[in-house]
Structure formats: structure tokens, C-alpha cells
T-cell receptor
Framework: DSGVTQTPKHLITATGQRVTLRCSPR?????VYWYQQSLDQGLQFLIH???????AKGNILERFSAQQFPDLHSELNLSSLELGDSALYFC?????????????FGSGTQLSVL | GQNIDQPTEMTATEGAIVQINCTYQ??????LFWYQQHAGEAPTFLSY????GLEEKGRFSSFLSRSKGYSYLLLKELQMKDSASYLC??????????????FGKGTKLSVIP
């Protein structure tokens, strides 16, 4: 158990809908990262938050947004969903977001858009 | 941008040694990680290299050559439970004012009896 909690584990929805994925980092970790993993693309970095502030942005679509709350949990919002958004979404956390820090991953949310 | 290449699949025999290679191109290199991911599960940390050379940790070792943009993960005394995907990840300058950890597509290792 990495200590990172993601809910829900599975999500099935329809095209055009909006969903929210939730992540609670390990106790004491200030940094939260979101990754998308699809079969053909591997793990794609979406966004990084540190202590409530956006630190870095990767290949995140404009239809996607995220935030980190004062209690350090984070939410990833996906809107106007398309079939291609079906993927496994991972959240990871680290203490401060320093280069040498390893990431601890949650068990992921499997999103299926039908 | 960053580019990471590693073989898509490898097969090795239980008890043997296997080397998984990773080549990368990045600006502002700031470390290389290896993660293990079993099917349907979360990636877990294996190793971290930021200086040239070999880092050994039990049955797993990782090597880095920054001048060649090259790393490998060495797995000794292979066990069936080592069947998994091995992800090479590079920390580099994103060009947007921050460092970013970029993952390769992973090498799926199958260990056979």
C-alpha cells in the first residue's frame, strides 16, 4: 500500500459527460501529480500541484482541469468526455516535489467512456 | 521536449539475468528513475540515478551514462514474480519553468520457467 488513495476505482460514463477523480496523497506529502495511462501511449504527465499551487503542466487538454485543496487532496475534472479519454488515471504524491524524490502512486481510476 | 526509448517486450528464463535498456534525449537532465508496474496495478519505485555509474540494490541494479543518454536496468536471478512492465522515466526541463518527469512506454518482461 503506497498510502495514496484514489477514488473511485472504476468509472463508466457516456460521451459528453463530466467526471471528477479524487486523490488523497500520503500523509505529509505536499506534491500531487496526475498521469494518464492508455495502452498505446504509456504514462502521460498531466499536471503537478505543490501545496495548493500549480507547479507544472504537461499534456493536459483544455477540457481537463485540476486543483489541490487546503487539506492537500486533489481533484481532476474531466469534461465533455470523448471515447479517447478512456484510460487509467493515476495520482502520485511526493514530499516536496524535488527532483530526486520518488513518486508514490495510487491504484488508479479506470475511466471508461461509452 | 523529451524522448525516451526502450524495447517494447522482452522474454527471459527464470533464474537468468536480463538487461533492459533505455535511451533518452532531454534538456536539463536532472535524474533517471526506473519503476516496476504489474498489469493493472500502480507503478512502484525501483531505482534512481543522477550521477554516472552503477547503483545496486539487491537483485536489481541500474546504470547511467549521462554523456550517452543511456541507462539500463539489470535484473538478476529472475523470478516469475518479476514478470511486469519496467518503466524508464527521466526528469528534465519542461521549458515551461519547471522540471517534469517523463515516462517511457515501458518494457513488458515475461519470465518463463
Amino acid at each position: 500500500d503506497s498510502g495514496v488513495t484514489q477514488t473511485p476505482k472504476h468509472l463508466i460514463t457516456a460521451t459528453g459527460q463530466r467526471v471528477t477523480l479524487r486523490c488523497s496523497p500520503r500523509s505529509g506529502d505536499l506534491s500531487v501529480y496526475w498521469y494518464q495511462q492508455s495502452l498505446d501511449q504509456g504514462l502521460q504527465f498531466l499536471i503537478h500541484y505543490y501545496n495548493g499551487e500549480e507547479r507544472a503542466k504537461g499534456n493536459i487538454l483544455e477540457r481537463f482541469s485540476a486543483q489541490q485543496f487546503p487539506d492537500l487532496h486533489s481533484e481532476l475534472n474531466l469534461s465533455s468526455l470523448e471515447l479517447g479519454d478512456s484510460a487509467l488515471y493515476f495520482c502520485a504524491s511526493s514530499l516536496e516535489g524535488q527532483s530526486k524524490e520518488k513518486l508514490f502512486f495510487g491504484s488508479g481510476t479506470q475511466l471508461s467512456v461509452l | 521536449g523529451q524522448n525516451i526509448d526502450q524495447p517494447t517486450e522482452m522474454t527471459a528464463t527464470e533464474g537468468a539475468i536480463v538487461q533492459i535498456n533505455c535511451t533518452y534525449q532531454t534538456s536539463g537532465f536532472n535524474g533517471l528513475f526506473w519503476y516496476q508496474q504489474h498489469a493493472g496495478e500502480a507503478p512502484t519505485f525501483l531505482s534512481y540515478n543522477v550521477l554516472d555509474g552503477l547503483e545496486e540494490k539487491g537483485r536489481f541494479s541500474s546504470f547511467l551514462s549521462r554523456s550517452k543518454g543511456y541507462s539500463y536496468l539489470l535484473l538478476k536471478e529472475l523470478q516469475m514474480k518479476d514478470s511486469a512492465s519496467y518503466l524508464c522515466a527521466v526528469k528534465g526541463w519542461s521549458g515551461a519553468g519547471s522540471y517534469q518527469l517523463t515516462f517511457g512506454k515501458g518494457t513488458k518482461l515475461s519470465v518463463i520457467p
